[in-house]
């Protein structure tokens, strides 16, 4: 059985309050009935990609709780994302920083790198019950349903946020 990940971060202004979002959404089978599950939070003092690795961060923490309670048995979880930050920081970067000690190219300290941590803690957790994680970037706001749809419900927190702050 696969998974979709979907997650989506906001921030206005950047930085400044931010709201992040995510669906989980079974994969269609046939002769299964496809579940989706929709989140969003909001932060006050952050910045945009924050947001878009806690979305990611928050959804695979809910998979894994899940794939220990037995309540889903993915064979793989796909992550759908518009930030080719936290996609090619979660595929391809995240592994040379580990290596260099979490400095980058240039002796800059990576940023953001209790969350960077806390995401290869989950996705090893998952890994270790052989499920399979993929990653896939999409164009931001190209009309993708769940991107759009994840966009909308972080930006509906921040907004959510100000109302109540008034």
Known sequence: MRYELYADGACQPNPGI?????????????????????????EKDTTNNRMELISILRGLELLDKEIVHGQIFPSEISITSDSQYAILGLSQWSKKWIEQGWVKKGGKSVLNKDLWISLLEVIDSIKSKRIIITYKHIPG??????????????????????????
């Open 18 to 42: 931010g709201g992040w979002a995510f669906i989980v959404q079974q994969k269609e089978e046939p002769g299964i009935k496809v579940k989706t599950k929709f989140y969003s939070g909001v």
């Open 141 to 166: 706001h190209s009309g993708h349903p769940q991107n759009e749809q994840c966009d909308r419900m972080a930006v509906k927190a921040i907004s959510d946020l100000r109302n109540k702050n008034v």
